[in-house]
Every structure is written in structure tokens, then in C-alpha cells.
């Protein structure tokens, strides 16, 4: 998956995330089934929040993998985690030929708590220390961690992880790709050399839209607004076509890493990726 990002050519992933209930797979497993017929490169699976449901991001990463034979990212939070825990989780991982995570700090939510890990990068290099066989990835954030003094800082901290251990980034989701590309300049100055996957999520309701301002404070250029404001009644056609034309733009000026916010939704996936199908196979 490293080897992939790295190349120039274009490189097209897919999040899925596990049900809330165990035993409830069809869901994800419908959903893997559809987006594995538009082929990705890779497909992340979520962690729940405040460190739940490690056993069902594992479930799903193993039906990915035996099922359809997909490469996987599996999603690692600190909150909540503790090293034994880990040691199972890794064990599990192994068992199931999980070889790559995605290491997060996880949402804050009323009921987490810190034990031996209180940071990503903590995280990171204990795993890269006792578990070197995994290859590590990190979170990064175009406008900045919500909870960053300011983006300069936050830039700091993704550089500390680079050094503990993170090998790739993945970045929360962008409506505003000049927020990407003054990012991008600024990682590079900081001689960040990893590679960095851009995050675009469709939007196709407008519940999204407050949930996800709300959630992530990012920020809605007035060509996106315009894109909701005029499509009240038709805005699944209309946030899939947004992304496209994000993605285009974004292939269009170099970024050949794509990581896409599916929401299991093949649907969502295959209407995106197949405008780009011609692309990877340049």
C-alpha cells in the first residue's frame, strides 16, 4: 500500500465503518461487496467511538481481505486503549492478515478516558517499537485539528508523528481544495516527506452538512454553499457531482492519492470513481 502511494499513479481508496450491533455485518458487507466492483486500492474500516467495537473493525477487515480480497487499513484509537487490550487487538489483527493501521487518537466522547496512551504518537511508537511488522498510518488536518492552537502547530505535531513511527497520511475531509493545496506547501516546508491521501466526503443530505461543519469546523467556500442552497431536493446527484469535480481538480493539479468518505455507500463510490477509471490506468 506504501509502494502504491508513493508511485505516480493514481491511487483511489474507500472508508467503510462496522454496525453499532454485533452480529449485524450484512449492512458493510452489502457495501463492501459493491464498492469492491469498482476496485480500490484499499479500504480503511473506523474504529468506533471512544475506542468500542475493536472486534467488528476486525470482523469487517477479515470479510474485506478472505472475502474480497481487498488490501486494509484498520482504524486504532488511543482513547480507551490500554496495552494489554492492544496486545489483543494485535493478535487478532495478525491472525486475520490486518499488516496496516490507521492510529488515532479517537473522538472525545463523555465516557473516554486515557490510559496508557494518551496521543496518536504515542500510539504510533509503541506499536512501531513492539509491532514493526505493521506499517503505520496517521490523520492530518488541511485547516487545522479543531482543537490545534493553529494550523502551524498542528503541523508540528504531524511531523512528531512522522518521526514515531507514521508512514502515510490520510486527511479529515475538505470542501475547499486551496485549503488543501496551502496545506500541501506548508507539510512540504516542514520536510514532511510521507505520502498524504486527500479525504473528500459527497455530500448528499443536508443533515450532513450542519453535522459535519459542526463536528469538524470545515470550511464551505461559496461555491459549495451555492451547491446546497440550490439543491434542497436533488442534493445526492448534486454533492456526488461536488466531489467529482473536487477530485478532478485535485488530480488535475498533482494529488494522486484519493480517499474517499463512502458512508457504505457503493453506490456513492462507484458513481465517483468510474468518472475516473480512464485516469488509472494511465
Known amino acids: 500500500m506504501i509502494d502504491k502511494l508513493k508511485n505516480d499513479q493514481l491511487c483511489l481508496s474507500v472508508e467503510v465503518f462496522p454496525p453499532k450491533k454485533e452480529g449485524h455485518l450484512e449492512g458493510v458487507i452489502r457495501a463492501l ?20 467495537g475493536g472486534d467488528k473493525t476486525a470482523d469487517v477487515a477479515s470479510v474485506a481481505i478472505d472475502a474480497f480480497g481487498m488490501k486494509v487499513l484498520a482504524h486504532v484509537t488511543a482513547v480507551n486503549l490500554t496495552k494489554q487490550k492492544l496486545e489483543s487487538m ?17 473522538d472525545l466522547v463523555p465516557e473516554s478516558k486515557f490510559f496508557d496512551f494518551r496521543y496518536a504518537s504515542e500510539l504510533a511508537l509503541y506499536i512501531k517499537k513492539n509491532y514493526p511488522e505493521f506499517t503505520l498510518f496517521g490523520a492530518c ?32 475531509l475538505f470542501f475547499d481544495n486551496s485549503c488543501f493545496y496551502d496545506f500541501i ?11 498524504i491521501s486527500a479525504g473528500i466526503m459527497p455530500i448528499t443530505s443536508q443533515s450532513q452538512t ?3 461543519v459542526s463536528m469538524c469546523g470545515t470550511h464551505m467556500p461559496p461555491t459549495f454553499a451555492k451547491m446546497v442552497a440550490n439543491n434542497v431536493d436533488n442534493l445526492y446527484d448534486a454533492g456526488i457531482d461536488y466531489a467529482v469535480t473536487q477530485i478532478d481538480d485535485l488530480i488535475n493539479n498533482g494529488q494522486k492519492n484519493i480517499h474517499l468518505y463512502s458512508m457504505n455507500k457503493a453506490d456513492i463510490a462507484k458513481r465517483v470513481f ?3 477509471e480512464h485516469k488509472r490506468k494511465l
Open 185 to 195: 506547501d506548508k507539510v512540504r516546508q516542514k520536510n514532511i516527506t510521507s505520502p
Open 141 to 172: 488536518y488541511p485547516e487545522g485539528h479543531p482543537e490545534a492552537e493553529s494550523l502551524e502547530k498542528d503541523i508540528e505535531f504531524m511531523r512528531h508523528k512522522e518521526d514515531c513511527g507514521i508512514e502515510a497520511f490520510i486527511t479529515q
Open 33 to 52: 461487496k459493491g464498492i469492491g466492483e469498482v476496485n480500490p486500492d484499499f479500504v480503511s474500516v473506523t474504529y468506533g467511538a471512544s475506542g468500542a
Open 274 to 276: 468510474e468518472k475516473f
Open 210 to 212: 450542519s453535522r459535519i
Open 90 to 106: 494485535v493478535e487478532t489483527y495478525r491472525r486475520k492478515n490486518v499488516k496496516n493501521l490507521l492510529i488515532l487518537r479517537g
